[in-house]
Each structure stands twice: as structure tokens, then as C-alpha cells.
T-cell receptor
Framework: DTGVSQDPRHKITKRGQNVTFRCDPISEHNRLYWYRQTLGQGPEFLTYFQNEAQLEKSRLLSDRFSAERPKGSFSTLEIQRTEQGDSAMYLC????????????FGNGTRLTVT | DQQVKQNSPSLSVQEGRISILNCDYTNSMFDYFLWYKKYPAEGPTFLISISSIKDKNEDGRFTVFLNKSAKHLSLHIVPSQPGDSAVYFCAAPWRGAQKLVFGQGTRLTINP
């Protein structure tokens, strides 16, 4: 169990640029989640995948956000035309999908939009 | 609509004493609750959970209590240690997909 891996750990970008984050889940986990955390708040759900299928998207996920999980392994989260309000910690988590099994989180990607 | 609330942003406790972190929820459909612990620059890590069919679950120094009638749960840490200094989040799965709804977190500081 090597844990959930996220890359990069930090990203600084200028407003209007596109950014892409990568998440590698625990290998035997078929569920993968993306969360966003801002200062003083708990993580907020963005979207989740069961294998390669994206099953739910939060209304927080505007049209500028897109997530993929080709082949049901790693996932990418892309933000187009970034805005300062996108600055946050983006967390990826995975789980085996068993009832009430806890989510395992990565260390996140901190995005700063200047 | 904050379905899970942690009303204390911070808590300071002396080493060796008991730490009590509180969490309230509004959705009576929640039937399982989890506590996560988060150190700076790391992701949240799972600490302990409780099913709604129980009112207490214990794991070493950590005990979670659930009061369904009050829609309230609490995490007790005894004795508190310096390594317990972290942000603690309570969470509940929503709509059966393990989509967790988190509280705002409580920053616990253990003073030597």
C-alpha cells in the first residue's frame, strides 16, 4: 500500500491559464474522489469515479472543470481559464468501494492563482 | 447548507488531559460517522468511525460517542499527547456513495 499520490504538490499560475493535476489512487481501489478545501473549511466534494465512470459531479464543479479517469486507474483534474477563486487545496481520495470503508486521501495539490 | 457542523474552530488542552471535540449534524438520514485528522501539508487521515446502531466506539486513546436524539457526536482523546495537535474533521457519508460531507474542522493544540 503506497498510498494515494498527487502531483504536483504546489502549483502557482496566472489567472486565465489552464492547469492539470494528477492523482494515482491505491492500486486496488475502484473508487476515486476529488475534493477541494479552502482555508478554515472542511473538504468539499467535487466529483467521483467508479472505475472509469464518472458517476457524480457537484454543482461546485463549473464548466471550467473537467475530470477524467481513463482505464480506471489514475485520474486528472483540469481547470481551464483559472480564476483567483479557484485557489485552494485539491485533494484526491480513493476507496475500495465497500460499504462504509473510509476514504484514503492524498496530500493534495495546493493551487495559487495570481 | 452545512449538514455537519463543528462550532469550535480551535481547542487548547494540556498534555495528559482529556480533549473533547464536538460535532453536530442536521440530516437524520446519516447512519455512519467518521473522524479524520489532518496535519499541515498532508491530506486527512482516517481516525475512527461509528455506526448509528452504536452509541460508543473505542480505539485505544480515542473514543467516539454518538447521541442520535441530539444529533451530536464527540471525539474524546485521553490522555492527550503533543502529537495529537492537528485539525480534526467529523464527516458523514451522503447518498451511500461514500461521498463524505465534512464539518469545518477544529484545530486542537496540545500544550506541554
Amino acid at each position: 500500500d503506497t498510498g494515494v499520490s498527487q502531483d504536483p504538490r504546489h502549483k502557482i499560475t496566472k489567472r486565465g491559464q489552464n492547469v492539470t493535476f494528477r492523482c494515482d489512487p491505491i492500486s486496488e481501489h475502484n473508487r476515486l474522489y476529488w475534493y477541494r478545501q479552502t482555508l478554515g473549511q472542511g473538504p468539499e466534494f467535487l466529483t467521483y469515479f467508479q472505475n472509469e465512470a464518472q458517476l457524480e459531479k457537484s454543482r461546485l464543479l463549473s464548466d471550467r472543470f473537467s475530470a477524467e479517469r481513463p482505464k480506471g486507474s489514475f485520474s486528472t483534474l483540469e481547470i481551464q481559464r483559472t480564476e483567483q477563486g479557484d485557489s485552494a487545496m485539491y485533494l484526491c481520495a480513493s476507496s475500495p468501494g465497500l460499504n462504509n470503508s473510509p476514504l484514503h486521501f492524498g496530500n493534495g495539490t495546493r493551487l495559487t492563482v495570481t | 447548507d452545512q449538514q455537519v457542523k463543528q462550532n469550535s474552530p480551535s481547542l487548547s488542552v494540556q498534555e495528559g488531559r482529556i480533549s473533547i471535540l464536538n460535532c453536530d449534524y442536521t440530516n437524520s438520514m446519516f447512519d455512519y460517522f467518521l473522524w479524520y485528522k489532518k496535519y499541515p501539508a498532508e491530506g486527512p487521515t482516517f481516525l475512527i468511525s461509528i455506526s448509528s446502531i452504536k452509541d460508543k466506539n473505542e480505539d485505544g486513546r480515542f473514543t467516539v460517542f454518538l447521541n442520535k436524539s441530539a444529533k451530536h457526536l464527540s471525539l474524546h482523546i485521553v490522555p492527550s499527547q503533543p502529537g495529537d495537535s492537528a485539525v480534526y474533521f467529523c464527516a458523514a457519508p451522503w447518498r451511500g456513495a461514500q461521498k463524505l460531507v465534512f464539518g469545518q474542522g477544529t484545530r486542537l493544540t496540545i500544550n506541554p
